[in-house]
């Protein structure tokens, strides 16, 4: 749906454009500018500081208040006093939540979240659920949510399920 890989056939309309059609280059920059990601592993980069993780796609873009708005963003999450932590200083919970400081700093209009709580216990699931969903009202994006949880597929406000690549 975000263009990360193409479909094999048929096309993707994302923000107004027909994704299918253009090239990596300019399907980055509309996911750059308009787009968050919240992915089941983290990929956070482990000799940053959980406030550089945050700052790195606005520094990519040269955004000169990268530093507020990820300290800003970090406060959102809850974890203002973790940021000069390293990512492998954080627990699970944590690192996700990082992970979506750094998918809303740049106040994203669609933001796609996969399995964002697969590989939390819980107590954190439940947490990094109840910040997703409040974010989303917070910042007003749209949330996509991909899970195998039925119970938090359940708090979105439509459900569509796929079975066998097949949208049921």
Do not use: W
Request: hydrophobic letters at 40%; a negative charge.
């Amino acid at each position: 749906m975000a263009g990360l890989d193409l479909p094999t056939s048929g096309t993707v309309t994302l923000m107004g454009s027909q994704i299918t059609i253009l090239d990596e280059d300019k399907r980055a920059q509309i996911r750059g500018k308009d787009v968050g990601f919240v992915f089941q592993s983290f990929h956070l980069m482990p000799r940053l500081t959980a406030l550089d993780n945050v700052m790195l796609p606005l520094e990519i873009s040269g955004d000169p208040y990268s530093m507020d708005k990820a300290q800003e963003a970090l406060k959102q999450v809850g974890l203002s006093k973790r940021a000069k932590h390293f990512a492998t200083q954080l627990s699970g919970g944590e690192k996700q939540r990082v992970a979506i400081a750094r998918s809303i700093v740049n106040k994203p209009k669609i933001l796609f979240a996969d399995e964002p709580t697969g590989n939390l216990d819980k107590k954190s699931s439940g947490s990094i659920t109840d910040l997703l969903f409040s974010l989303n009202e917070l910042i007003n994006t749209t949330l996509v949510l991909v899970t195998h949880d039925l119970s938090l597929a359940e708090k979105c406000d439509e459900v569509y399920e796929l079975d066998e690549g097949r949208l049921l």
